[in-house]
């Protein structure tokens, strides 16, 4: 073993744009904050050169609880024609960014759900070797943020992926302050929509995950 200093610098990822990716960023969200994550991630993605599936997953709650809070029922009404995701939103996709409005600390259960349809695709290993990275949003400030995107990194695991956070490798993530994703603190009932701050880590994750999953489809 040596302890001298590196000679050479480690190489960098490619950063040739022409070299095709394609990205999927697959969420739930009920009142609109990880929608906007969501878009956030998928322009800057398409920015950066990639092919972009945005898709959301399917409703589980009863109609009557959605009709119940014009917010979500509202939010709803707006997302109609995004299309839904299935398991093909995976296999095509070189990078997937999922996104989870926080759940007593956990990942939500429309999303949740989404993960568990992947079973047929895990057991063959087509959910291995891509790049997975993941989002949230909370009410309150913290609020169970790192729990959700730690607990959505452990399917990451099973199914082989290569977990791209964002850490702290860009000036950006020293002003949101998590490492493990991007994550919005929402305040409740509108109280903080989505702002610079979150859009700025959403953009730094989504760069960082092109610019990995180019690397990878190439190595
Ligand atoms: C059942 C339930 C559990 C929730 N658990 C938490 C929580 O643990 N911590 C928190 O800060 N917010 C919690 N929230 C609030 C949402 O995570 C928060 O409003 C989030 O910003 C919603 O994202 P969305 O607008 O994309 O749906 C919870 C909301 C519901 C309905």
Known sequence: MTTAAPTTAPAAAPTDQSLAVNVAVIYYSATGHVTDIAREIAETAEKAGAEVRLRKVAELAPQSAIDA?????????ETATVPVATPDDLLWADAVLFGSPTR????????KQFLDSLGPAWSQGLL???VYGGFTSTASEHGGQESTLLALTASFHHFGGIVVAPGYTHPDKFTDGNPYGTAHWSGGKGARPVDDTTRNAARAQAERVVRFARAVKNA
């Open 104 to 111: 007593f600390g956990n990942v939500s259960a429309q999303l």
């Open 128 to 130: 291995a070797d891509k």
């Open 69 to 77: 809070n014009p917010v979500w029922a509202r939010h709803a009404a």
